[in-house]
T-cell receptor
């Protein structure tokens, strides 16, 4: 089976940097994905790490350590619009298994 | 127009009724998925399909069935709805294995009274 752990809630202020951690246990691992979901909306893809290291996409970066079964999403220069839920998901060959999500609250 | 379209977007029904949620996509993807999301929780996989002749159960398939009518269409049915099936349902597509990227529809909110 597969299981993922991520914090349920994180708070930060505009302009700050926040890191959302994700640890996982899985029987078959191809990569770690991150998704953003605004309240009432659909999940949208942010990033995917198949190999160890840091992937950067604008203000967002994602890191993976396969040996530690650990990854994180780093959000820089936080904006109010970044208030949302963030999900990590582990990919097997065929499907993705999602964590329960981290609600990020950005305050002025 | 959205690449992945779900209908209906919102449905209220009663216990015991049959419900069908429909999903169509214009992305040309072979892989399609149905996920369920309960408030404050992650997404749980119900069923997935890699082509018209391929249907696979996910982690929570009991009480649900699916039909892949064409490459572009994948419907989810609740044969006899019950209140604990009240949730958001999301259809998603993928362009292939190991991409980590799913394209989600806007979701269907189902309430079973």
């Amino acid at each position: 089976g597969q299981s993922l752990e991520q914090p349920s809630e994180v708070t930060a202020v505009e302009g700050a940097i926040v890191q959302i951690n994700c640890t996982y246990q899985t029987s078959g691992f191809y990569g770690l994905s991150w998704y953003q979901q605004h309240d009432g909306g659909a999940p949208t893809f942010l990033s995917y790490n198949a190999l160890d290291g840091l992937e950067e996409t604008g203000r967002f970066s994602s890191f993976l350590s396969r040996s530690d079964s650990y990854g994180y999403l780093l959000l820089q220069e936080l904006q109010m619009k970044d208030s949302a839920s963030y999900f990590c998901a582990v990919g097997g060959y065929s499907t993705l298994t999602f964590g329960k999500g981290t609600m990020l609250l950005v305050s002025p | 127009d959205a690449d992945v379209t779900q209908t209906p977007r919102n449905r209220i029904t009663k216990t015991g009724k049959r419900i069908m949620l429909e999903c169509s996509q214009t992305k040309g993807h072979d892989r399609m998925y149905w996920y369920r999301q309960d408030p404050g929780l992650g997404l749980q996989l119900i069923y997935y399909s890699f082509d018209v002749k391929d249907i696979n159960k996910g982690e929570i398939s009991d009480g649900y069935s699916v039909s892949r009518q064409a490459q572009a269409k994948f419907s989810l049915s609740l044969e006899s709805a019950i209140p604990n099936q009240t949730a958001f349902y999301f259809c998603a597509t993928s362009g292939g294995p190991n991409t980590g990227e799913l394209f989600f529809g806007e979701g269907s909110r189902l309430t079973v009274l």
